[in-house]
């Protein structure tokens, strides 16, 4: 018995005190992270975007660019959760306007996360279970490019936008209007830029972001994660000499969400 005790005790990594200090709430410090954010993203857009830099600067800047962008999902996430200021209003409004960059909606999303936080790995219940897993070489690289997670989004989007929730449990008659509402104007942002782009006939939609995500979300929904399994598995098992080569952690990236 007091062994089956000793392997269920929680082994308390940090101190209640670190604890403390690390969920504290700033605006100022959730500011100077984000600044942090869009000054890579700012460069690397730079140097992608701006035609005096040799081809070679440009490429290579490219899915700095990309990443950068995807990656305001990370935003979009911390903000959803409310702990990246303190300032509620703040999380809000930089949720949306990160969920536009990185092509996720942050009223939809912060709905359809609660119940994955509900239910976690409750077959039926949690919706980051709901897409089948690669089985096999060419659904893995199908995986892979993206192309899975574009398809849902652009399914989930076109569904909310005519009003269609009834496979989505997790938002409420009360909710409803206002995740319609909030994709609607999302998806206004994106035609307002088509439009300019044709009327000037300049493909800045495509060259400013739709190739930079393109080739951005993979990188932040697998090539990313599988680098940090990876060293983290290096660590874990080089006690038990073993090749720490793992499959991408987020190889079952939920397309309505990741």
């Known amino acids: 018995m007091e062994f089956i005790k000793e392997a269920l005790k929680p082994n308390q990594i940090l101190s209640n005190e670190e604890l403390s200090r690390l969920n504290t709430r700033s605006n100022r410090l959730g500011l100077i992270h984000l600044t942090l954010h869009f000054i890579v993203l700012g460069t690397s857009g730079y140097l992608w975007l701006t035609t005096g830099h040799s081809w070679l600067i440009r490429i290579l800047a490219l899915p700095v660019y990309g990443f950068s962008i995807a990656s305001m999902f990370a935003v979009v996430h ?6 990246a200021f303190s300032s509620r209003r703040l999380n809000d409004v930089i949720a949306w306007i990160a969920g536009v960059l990185s092509f ?30 690669p089985s096999n070489l060419k659904e893995y690289l199908i995986e892979l490019s993206g192309y899975n997670w574009w398809r849902g989004k652009l399914h989930t989007h076109y569904r909310v936008v005519i009003g269609q929730l009834e496979d989505f449990p997790y938002i409420s008659s009360s909710a409803r209007n206002e995740v319609i509402r909030s994709t609607r104007l999302h998806m206004a942002v994106y035609g307002s830029v088509l439009a300019l782009s044709i009327l000037y006939g300049q493909p800045w939609i495509v060259t400013y972001w739709l190739l930079p995500l393109v080739l951005g979300q993979p990188i932040k929904s697998e090539v990313a994660p599988a680098i940090i399994t990876c060293f983290s598995g290096a660590e874990k098992f080089s006690d038990k000499k073993l090749l720490p080569v793992h499959l991408p952690m987020n190889i079952n990236s939920p397309t309505k969400s990741q």
């Not at 942050?106 to 897993?133: A, N, V």
């Open 78 to 83: 911390e903000c959803c959760h409310r702990t």
């Open 104 to 133: 996720y909606n942050s009223s939809f999303y912060r709905l359809y996360h609660r119940w994955h936080h509900r239910y976690t790995r409750i077959e039926g219940r949690d919706p980051e279970l709901e897409d089948p897993k």
